[in-house]
């Protein structure tokens, strides 16, 4: 495994998306680029939706649903016709095209229902089939905290929302993946965290926080996670 990126899941950091916010949220869409642009030309990248499903890099989608006609590819070569692809999907499209118009994404949804210990197995099944892949591969984890911070967050305001949210945020920062097992479910990407705890057995060689912060009462975090030699 190449590399792993983190950013959250969020129709707000396309420019064409953010109106009257793209000054605001400017500097995490600056990181997550900046975070996906350190992978290698293959990525996987790790969400969440409501079932499991596996989208190839051969497609192609829009984010049309989120206010603008913006369209993205998983690769260079991806079919002319639009799919309804997840947000997961989207923003990983979105930042392939800026950060690494060349690289290919294979995108893994899984289920937000997932308790921890399906998660945890999902992840260790996906750890061995990159380790059966000759060519690097990065994986990035498209995902959001939680959506309860503040009183117009889309989730409503959960007092107690900001004290989890901390928690998430030191885990990402440290690399702590046994500290990803026991995240709550009011966590929007509890899962895909759990995911990637599975996928990696060891803390990081290093972790490297670009950002954090709550815009709009959602937890985001950018950052970059560099594996062991081995893992």
């Known amino acids: 495994m190449a590399g ?5 899941a969020a129709p ?16 995490f869409g600056d990181a997550a680029l900046a975070a996906a642009a350190a ?12 079932s499991d499903r596996v989208i190839e890099p051969d497609s192609r989608g829009t984010f049309a649903g989120y206010g603008a006609d913006v369209a993205v590819a998983l690769s260079p070569g991806a079919s002319a016709g639009i799919t309804d692809l997840p947000l997961c999907a989207l923003f990983a499209g979105w930042l392939r095209g800026r950060a690494n118009p060349q690289a290919h994404v294979q995108v893994r949804v899984y289920a937000a229902d997932h308790d921890v210990d399906t998660a945890l197995a999902r992840g260790r099944a996906l750890r061995a089939e990159i380790d059966s892949c000759a060519e690097p591969i990065g994986v990035l984890v498209v995902a959001d905290g939680a ?14 929302a900001e004290a989890v ?5 030191a885990a990402l920062a440290a690399g702590d993946r046994a500290a990803l097992t026991g995240l709550p479910g009011s966590i929007v990407g509890r899962v895909a965290y759990q995911v990637l705890a599975g996928l990696t057995e060891r803390r990081p060689a290093s972790a490297t926080e670009l950002m954090r912060g709550a815009p709009y009462g959602v937890g985001y975090f950018v950052g970059t996670w560099d594996p062991e030699p081995g893992e």
Not at 12 to 27: I, K, N
């Open 39 to 50: 992978l290698p030309q293959r990525w996987i990248a790790i969400g969440v939706g409501p």
């Open 12 to 27: 707000v950091l396309v420019p064409e998306l953010a109106g009257a916010a793209a000054a605001e949220v400017a500097a």
């Open 147 to 160: 959506n309860t911070l503040n009183q117009s967050a889309p989730g409503g305001y959960d007092p107690d």
């Open 165 to 169: 949210q901390v928690a998430l945020d």
């Open 4 to 8: 792993i990126a983190l950013t959250p």
